[in-house]
Structures are given as structure tokens and as C-alpha cells.
């Protein structure tokens, strides 16, 4: 497994594969790893011959409250995770590097990129596109896999790739779950046994919500009120937001089908988790 720092030189090592007609699988990614991830780097190891994780936490798109320098890091740990799931290159640029003196130039996905998370985080989902498209560039992978978790991440990099003619297939995978429910996160490190407990709430908010999805009901102001009582009943959970979207456009409903998402943000003590669920899928 090669470690590269240099964007020139994971740039020069993209361009062989290219030539060669073997095809680059990519997993972008923040570090500090977990089955999550490991499951999109596996996915990859099946989809591509040589297979890219990149490890950077993206200054641009954290807001000037936010986690961005307590944000959890272990190198070492990350390393044996990516090498046990098959990773040929691991890239870890510096932001130094990425966004060096005079950077100016940014990718907006305008509508997909205002509601739920882009609503709470101003400018998030710009330095998400921003940092994609960059990373694209320079691993110039022919398959990219991300996680249905960040669902509104996910619908915001495939309609920026289709609407920027990138030639990359774009790969949702499922949301990885701890036994109990728990969808695993970075930031869980962040949370006290005793938070941790209270973060089930989410995913018992989603279960509550696909029950009565199951037996017929479809008015999303029941299904949003009975959401919010579950997590209102957790003391140490505050709603970020609890909505209700299309899943292909992320315009609201009244009205829920099977294509309907479920969005949550919630924040257990100062942790801020999301979670979410389509309707109709599988679970
Ligand atoms: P992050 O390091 O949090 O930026 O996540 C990198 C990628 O892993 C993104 O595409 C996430 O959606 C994905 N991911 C994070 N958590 C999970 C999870 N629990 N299940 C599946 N994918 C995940």
C-alpha cells in the first residue's frame, strides 16, 4: 500500500492505470475509519483495479463553529483498516496544498444543496462539490463510492457529476449499522457511554416512523409528529430537523411514498448526528 502526500504524485500514479485501461475505484473520505468506510472501500476492491482511499478533513466545508479541529484523527489505525480492505493508495493531501494562497475558484450544486443539512450548514455542500471535484481530478477515478449516511452528499456529487459531464460512476452503498442501531460515525467517538445510549434515538425515530409507514400511514404530518415524540423523549436529544423529502429531488411531501426520505439531525449533548432512511427500501 502506497501513502502519498503529493498531489502531483498521486496525479502522475492515476495516469498509468488510465493508459493501461485499468480502472481506478475511489473512496473519499475524512480518516479515522470504521466498518462504514470499510464497507465502501471493500465494495471498491470489487469495482476497480486499483483502488483509492483519500484521507482528508476539507476545511471549506466545515462552518467557523463546527468540529473541524477536534474532529477525530488516528493515522496508524486508518492504515491497518485500509490495508486489511484491499487499498493500493492511500492519498493525504495537505489543505496547505489543496487550497493554497490565492484559491478562489468553487463548485455550487444550487437547489439540492439549500435544505436539511445545507439549511443548518451554510456553505457545506459548496465545499463538498469543491473538494470532490478537486479529488476527481486528481485520482481520476472511473468509479467513486460514498454512503447513503450523507444522503443530501450523496444526491448533490451525482447530479454534480452528471450536470459537469465528470466520467466517473457514481456508488451509493447502505448505511452501516452498529447491533443495536446505531448508524457508525467519526463523530460517535465524540459521545459519553451515556450519550451514546441517547443516540439510539434516531434510529428508533426511523424504526417507529417505517412501522407506520408498513401499515399504511402516509400523512407525513403523523409520521413527522411521531418522529419528534420519540426523540422529545430523550433528554439529552435536541432536533436539528426532522423532514420529509422526496428522495431523487429533496422537495418536501405531504403526502409519504416509497420513495420518501426520512431525514434526521439531531445532537446528542454538543455531538450533532444524522441518520436517515427511504421508506420503501430495504432496511
Ligand atoms: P466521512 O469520512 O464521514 O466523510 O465519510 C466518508 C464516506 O463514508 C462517505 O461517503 C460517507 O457517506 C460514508 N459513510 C460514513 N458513515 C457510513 C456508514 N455508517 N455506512 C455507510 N457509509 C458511511
Sequence with gaps: MKIINSIRHMQALAIAPEREGRRIAFVPTMGYLHEGHASLLREGRKRGDVL?????VNPIQFGKNEDLDSYPRDMERDFQLADACGVDIVFIPSAAEMYPHGFQTGVAVRELSQPLCGARRPGHFDGVATVITKLFNIVRPDVALFGCKDFQQLTVIRRMTEDL??????VGMPIVREADGLALSSRNAYLSPSERQSALCLYH??????????????SVAVLAREARAVIEGESAAAIDYVEFRDGAQLQEQEQADSSTLLALAVKIGQTRLIDNTVLGEEF
Design 205 to 218: 425515530a426511523i424504526t417507529k416512523v417505517r412501522e407506520l409507514f408498513a401499515a399504511g400511514e402516509r
Design 52 to 56: 483509492v482511499l483519500s484521507i482528508f
Design 165 to 170: 459531464n465528470m466520467p466517473v460512476e457514481i
